[in-house]
């Protein structure tokens, strides 16, 4: 009995002939990670809800490679800021980001993670990117679910088309260092 096997993902760019095909480690390794990215969720409000939702059987992230959640930040590839993020907590955020190990990317999911949202007050920070560096911004007062599965896929292409010596370029140290960031 034989059963059909289906690609889930599209091989990275390369030469195919019969029985071969070629392709540069940078692209393998892009694959590899875009297709096991470990999220960490940050969630502290409402859309963090829709986080879950998005995890859920429905809307599936596991077809992205990415259901294995992780709290521990040295293990989490991606961090998913959901909800408000009140201006006491940014050092604790800035603190989980900074214990991530490289390469690492951040979703700014919904109106309050991306730019404080409807709480311009003093005690809300105004979007995350005022301390930790942000790869995608998912709008929406709460973004649905299939928003935040679009934000993750962004960021999916970033790893696979990412230099690998990017991390250790001036410009990323110097991006680092805006943020006071070792
Ligand atoms: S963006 Fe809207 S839904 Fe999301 S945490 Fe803020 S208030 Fe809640």
């Known amino acids: 009995m034989s059963k059909e096997v ?12 019969e029985g071969f095909f070629a392709t ?4 393998l390794i ?3 990670r875009a297709n096991s990215l470990w999220p960490l969720p940050f969630a502290t409000s409402c859309c963090g809800i829709e986080f879950m939702a998005m995890m859920s059987p429905t ?6 490679g990415a259901e294995r959640m992780v709290f521990s930040p040295r293990q989490a590839d991606v961090l998913l800021v959901c909800g408000t993020i009140a201006k006491k907590l940014a050092p604790i955020l ?6 991530m190990a490289e390469p690492r990317w951040v979703i700014a999911v919904g109106a ?10 003093y005690s809300v920070l105004q979007g995350i990117d005022k301390v930790i560096p942000v790869d995608v911004y998912v709008p929406g007062c709460p973004p649905r679910p299939e928003q935040i599965l679009e934000g993750f896929m962004q960021v999916q292409e970033i790893a696979k088309t990412e230099n690998l010596r990017r991390r250790e ?9 805006s943020y006071n960031i070792k």
């Open 6 to 17: 289906k690609m889930l993902d599209t091989p990275p760019p390369g030469h195919a002939g």
């Open 24 to 27: 540069k480690l940078e692209n």
């Open 30 to 32: 892009g694959m590899a």
């Open 59 to 64: 809307y599936d992230l596991a077809r992205f």
């Open 94 to 99: 800035k603190t989980v980001y900074s214990q």
């Open 112 to 121: 309050c993670a991306s730019s404080g949202g409807i709480f311009d007050t």
């Open 169 to 177: 370029s001036p410009e990323y140290s110097e991006l680092l260092e």
